[in-house]
């Protein structure tokens, strides 16, 4: 990976931190094309963690920053820099997760996430920018087409004619409450629920826009979408202080079916973004194609 393993800002931290400090062990916790993460530990027994990413997931360390003077449950960043596009962090060891949270934990963090007002500046996703993602899939889609990596695109093609066609009905209501901060990857995972405390970790694509996407992503994707699952957290955010707005229809949908479609959306605009861009694997191809078509089709099963 080259400079993506560069040591500077380890070194740099053990010199201030901890001046006789010798690294005992590395042990590597995630590993894939954009971000690297290990648990430094050193002679003696102290940790720390050590999370290097790639452009486009390097402004996390901003939010966390924009995030200081919130309720938010965030882990400490000890350090942090930007060297072209790749962010590193040493940030504070956590520990292992103790278990996985519950409902009413992951709704209350949730309330307390859309309730924060950042101190910088995030991508914003209103209505204008909603109703832009399929037009933006369909163009990444034809140029995967146009080189000849992804085929057989007629059924692709025409799940986009029927979303771009009620995109502009599907987007109203975007700004309805709970509309601020997001943490766009609100999964059991990132709320880490430790022995000593709970934090939020994995910052890298917070934005502002729709708090129902981060309620919907808490099922994730892998599964068929799950309204009934969604509501279920929406009553339990509701009880947890949040707007009581976010049971409303909008967009001619239900709340949690409305979630789904552009949660879904969302999704899919990222996966053929991301293979014009950094997933150039060719024999991924296939699998990249078959879930873009599957998120496609259970996005336009509500509409």
């Not at 692709?156 to 009620?166: E, F, G, N, Q």
């Not at 995109?167 to 700004?175: F, K, M, N, P």
Request: glycine share 8%; proline share 6%; charged share 20%.
């Amino acid at each position: 990976m080259g400079p993506f393993l560069n040591d500077d800002l380890l070194d740099q931290y053990i010199r201030t931190v901890y001046p006789d400090g010798v690294v005992r062990d590395r042990d590597l916790l995630w590993n894939w094309q954009l971000s690297r993460v290990e648990r430094i530990v050193l002679e003696g027994g102290s940790t720390f963690i050590l999370k290097r990413s790639r452009y486009p997931l390097t402004h996390e360390a901003r939010v966390i920053h924009g995030l200081q003077q919130t309720d938010v449950p965030l882990p400490e960043l000890r350090m942090s820099r930007v060297d072209g596009d790749i962010l590193t962090m040493i940030l504070e060891d956590l520990g292992p997760s103790e278990r996985q949270p519950t409902l009413k934990e992951a709704a209350a963090v949730a309330a307390k996430i859309h309730r924060a007002t950042p101190r910088v500046l995030l991508p914003v996703l209103d209505a204008a920018t909603l109703r832009s993602l399929p037009l933006k899939i369909r163009g990444g889609v034809e140029q995967l087409a146009s080189t000849g990596r992804w085929q057989e695109l007629d059924l692709i093609r025409s799940l986009l004619d029927k979303i771009i066609a009620s995109s502009a009905l599907l987007s109203r209501g975007a700004t309805n409450p709970p509309f601020g901060l997001c943490h766009s990857e609100f999964h059991p995972t990132s709320l880490h629920v430790g022995m000593n405390r709970t934090a939020v970790v994995d910052w890298a694509r917070a934005f502002i826009g729709p708090g129902l996407l981060d309620l919907v992503s808490y099922g994730g994707t892998i599964d068929p979408p799950d309204p009934a699952g969604c509501r279920s957290l929406i009553e339990a955010y509701q009880s947890a202080g949040g707007p009581v707005e976010a049971s409303d229809r909008r967009g001619g949908l239900p709340a949690a079916e409305w979630a789904i479609v552009w949660h879904r959306i969302w999704a899919v605009e990222w996966y053929v973004a991301s293979c014009n861009t950094w997933m150039d694997d060719l024999e991924q191809d296939f699998t990249w194609q078959s879930v873009v078509e599957r998120h496609l089709g259970e996005a336009a099963s509500f509409i």
